[in-house]
């Protein structure tokens, strides 16, 4: 393995966050990398700061020094993170099954369009054309939509378990 595919793709030195100059702060001091292919968890309490760290993450918020190193993790954030924010506001928002897949299906479709075809990024291998062709980005979306229905159901049970057992408690 190259030095560079053991390098860390996402690192946080010093990390503090606050959203106004003078307010409290969220995340304080984060030193953090995550390698590629690397799994965490984050947990706490309501306030503590998990969906500001993740915006950081994401880069939908800056602050000290973050860096993204790896293409490919910037392919998942854009593609599969798409799909699993849109699949968490849609299913908070919407009682409608369909509502929330198609929703879904449209944020991974978008994502993936992006990366291939504004990036130029050979997402989807050599095979599919980098070239706007009506046919690909109609696969896609035929893709998206399958994906989606199927992350949708996994999070409806998942969801429905984790409700059930919180109420065994």
């Known amino acids: 393995m190259s030095a560079a595919a053991r390098s860390p793709s996402i690192v946080f030195e010093n990390v503090s ?5 003078h307010g409290e702060w969220i995340v ?4 953090i990398s995550i390698a590629p292919g690397e799994w965490i968890s984050i947990v706490g309490g309501y306030g503590s700061g998990k969906s500001t760290f993740v915006k950081l993450v994401n880069g939908l918020l800056t602050a000290g020094t973050v860096g993204v190193t790896a293409e490919e993790d910037i392919a998942f954030g854009v593609t599969t993170g798409s ?21 879904a299906a449209l944020a991974l479709w978008a994502g993936i369009a992006m990366v291939l075809y504004a990036f130029r990024f050979p997402l989807l291998g050599p095979s599919v054309p980098q070239s ?8 896609i979306f035929l893709f998206s939509l399958l994906y989606s229905a199927i992350w949708t159901e996994l999070s409806l049970r998942l969801l429905a378990r984790l409700r059930k057992s919180a109420h065994g408690l």
């Not at 966050?17 to 100059?21: N, P």
């Not at 304080?28 to 030193?31: A, E, F, L």
């Not at 968490?88 to 509502?99: D, E, L, T, V």
């Open 28 to 31: 304080r001091v984060i030193d």
């Open 17 to 21: 966050f606050r959203y106004s100059e």
């Open 83 to 103: 799909l699993g924010l849109a699949l968490g506001f849609s299913i908070a928002h919407s009682k409608n099954r369909i509502q929330v897949v198609l929703f």
């Open 132 to 139: 706007f062709d009506i046919a690909s980005v109609m696969y």
